[in-house]
């Protein structure tokens, strides 16, 4: 049988084309069942409250940097998307005073615009909202060196190479409505994509690219940093492959819920725990990785029931 055609962009691939079947069955999910999806390299864990969300996510930075010596350097690498996660890392930093001279970060992200990864006084600038968000406002004598912080650039080749010898305790993300985590999106429905989505060895080979967003996705980052203004959202963005998401030791997920909606969230954690990977949905990829832990403020999780407002 042939796939179903997307109802979000006809041409394109994304959850919309998966079987009925598995959309039913992850809506029908409720808090409780999310908890029990846990497996072996696969967590699911639950915060009750916003304020013990974000340090939870702040502390993965903190305790990933104290590891980092300078015989065995240590990174992470992080999303915009959530980002009050960043204020709390500086503080953290500054008030243990914990030195950052032998650790590493990697932005998972950067918009491409006229050729080239957008400069750093964009509005969108992501490599710009680290910085003003968390590096710049540790104290210098503790800060992490500048060649030790890597963003992707349009010649990627750099950023890749950074990856080799530096351990990356933890790729931390985010999940957007079309299911992606950094700017892993699924591609358009033409060429040899026409009848089937790319499979998960294909994808899983993608390093760090330029792609082409899905619509979803300029919609959300309208949504969610631009008041809804779609034309200022750029449509290619540079992002982190899953050749550099298979280096780090663990993939840690962060659900706020004002990223994807109830919905998304089940869907992507049913996927994974019982390990149906589609590249439709390439959140669900990470069903093969071999640590993988979604957080989930409890607040957020909601229930997909029909509620006409």
């Given at each position: 049988?042939?796939?179903?055609?997307?109802?979000?962009?006809?041409?394109?691939?994304?959850?919309?084309?998966?079987?009925?079947?598995?959309?039913?069955?992850?809506?029908?999910?409720?808090?409780?069942?999310?908890?029990?999806?846990?497996?072996?390299?696969?967590?699911?864990?639950?915060?009750?409250?916003?304020?013990?969300?974000?340090?939870?996510?702040?502390?993965?930075?903190?305790?990933?940097?104290?590891?980092?010596?300078?015989?065995?350097?240590?990174?992470?690498?992080?999303?915009?998307?959530?980002?009050?996660?960043?204020?709390?890392?500086?503080?953290?930093?500054?008030?243990?005073?914990?030195?950052?001279?032998?650790?590493?970060?990697?932005?998972?992200?950067?918009?491409?615009?006229?050729?080239?990864?957008?400069?750093?006084?964009?509005?969108?600038?992501?490599?710009?909202?680290?910085?003003?968000?968390?590096?710049?406002?540790?104290?210098?004598?503790?800060?992490?060196?500048?060649?030790?912080?890597?963003?992707?650039?349009?010649?990627?080749?750099?950023?890749?190479?950074?990856?080799?010898?530096?351990?990356?305790?933890?790729?931390?993300?985010?999940?957007?409505?079309?299911?992606?985590?950094?700017?892993?999106?699924?591609?358009?429905?033409?060429?040899?994509?026409?009848?089937?989505?790319?499979?998960?060895?294909?994808?899983?080979?993608?390093?760090?690219?330029?792609?082409?967003?899905?619509?979803?996705?300029?919609?959300?980052?309208?949504?969610?940093?631009?008041?809804?203004?779609?034309?200022?959202?750029?449509?290619?963005?540079?992002?982190?492959?899953?050749?550099?998401?298979?280096?780090?030791?663990?993939?840690s997920i962060w659900h706020p819920g004002q990223h994807d909606n109830p919905f998304g969230m089940r869907l992507t954690t049913l996927m994974i725990s019982k390990q149906v990977a589609d590249t439709a949905v390439p959140m669900s990829l990470l069903a093969a990785h071999p640590d993988v832990r979604f957080n989930?403020?409890?607040?957020?999780?909601?229930?997909?029931?029909?509620?006409?407002?």
């Open positions: 049988m042939p796939r179903p055609v997307s109802t979000i962009a006809p041409g394109w691939w994304d959850y919309t084309t998966l079987e009925p079947e598995i959309l039913q069955d992850a809506a029908s999910l409720s808090a409780t069942d999310l908890e029990q999806l846990s497996r072996p390299g696969f967590e699911v864990c639950l915060y009750d409250t916003l304020e013990e969300f974000y340090l939870a996510e702040a502390l993965e930075y903190i305790n990933a940097w104290r590891q980092s010596t300078g015989d065995n350097p240590v990174g992470i690498c992080g999303p915009i998307g959530p980002t009050e996660q960043l204020p709390l890392v500086a503080r953290l930093v500054n008030d243990l005073e914990i030195s950052l001279r032998d650790a590493h970060f990697w932005g998972m992200d950067e918009w491409f615009l006229n050729g080239r990864e957008a400069p750093g006084d964009h509005p969108l600038s992501f490599a710009r909202a680290d910085r003003e968000l968390c590096f710049d406002r540790i104290r210098p004598e503790l800060a992490m060196p500048h060649e030790n912080l890597h963003f992707p650039a349009a010649d990627v080749r750099a950023y890749e190479s950074s990856w080799q010898g530096v351990r990356c305790a933890v790729m931390q993300g985010g999940q957007g409505e079309v299911k992606h985590w950094a700017f892993n999106d699924p591609p358009r429905r033409e060429g040899a994509y026409k009848d089937a989505p790319p499979t998960a060895d294909e994808y899983r080979r993608l390093g760090t690219r330029v792609v082409e967003l899905h619509p979803l996705t300029l919609i959300q980052n309208a949504r969610t940093s631009g008041g809804g203004n779609i034309p200022l959202v750029p449509t290619h963005a540079l992002t982190v492959g899953p050749v550099q998401t298979w280096q780090a030791e663990r993939v989930f403020y409890r607040g957020a999780i909601g229930t997909c029931e029909t509620e006409m407002h």
